[in-house]
């Protein structure tokens, strides 16, 4: 059975699929640009932790919440590249959706 939140969630993404078919976003090099012109330090924050992980300095860890490995560095602050959490692609959306944060809280991971 799916929770209300999982319903909230998949309705929430279907119109963010559905506004991006509509603006034409659909090329990912235009969304990227409108990403990057939003958030100013953002890709710099990602291209060094993207750096230091080749250069072998950081090791990716797993996501903090599930334990799946294939996780992705979020960044609280992107003025501090460095301080990150590690989330998987499904709780990274879930966060940005507003949906993961109390469980964060409870395992009073550090954000």
Request: positive net charge.
């Given at each position: 059975?799916?929770?209300?939140?999982?319903k909230?969630?998949?309705?929430?993404?279907?119109?963010?699929?559905?506004?991006?078919?509509?603006?034409?976003?659909?090329?990912?090099?235009?969304?990227?640009?409108?990403?990057?012109?939003?958030?100013?330090?953002?890709?710099?924050?990602?291209?060094?932790?993207?750096?230091?992980?080749?250069?072998?300095?950081?090791?990716?860890?797993?996501?903090?919440?599930?334990?799946?490995?294939?996780?992705?560095?979020h960044?609280?602050?992107?003025?501090?590249?460095?301080?990150?959490?590690?989330?998987?692609?499904?709780?990274?959306?879930?966060?940005?959706?507003?949906?993961?944060?109390?469980?964060?809280?409870?395992?009073?991971?550090?954000?």
């Open positions: 059975m799916i929770s209300q939140q999982e909230r969630y998949r309705e929430s993404d279907r119109k963010y699929q559905a506004k991006k078919r509509v603006l034409g976003l659909v090329d990912k090099t235009e969304e990227y640009r409108i990403w990057r012109e939003k958030h100013p330090g953002g890709s710099y924050a990602q291209h060094r932790i993207n750096y230091l992980i080749k250069k072998g300095e950081i090791k990716r860890g797993r996501c903090c919440l599930c334990g799946e490995s294939k996780a992705y560095a960044h609280e602050n992107y003025n501090e590249p460095l301080d990150i959490l590690w989330l998987c692609p499904s709780h990274h959306k879930k966060y940005h959706l507003g949906l993961v944060d109390i469980i964060i809280k409870k395992k009073g991971i550090k954000l």
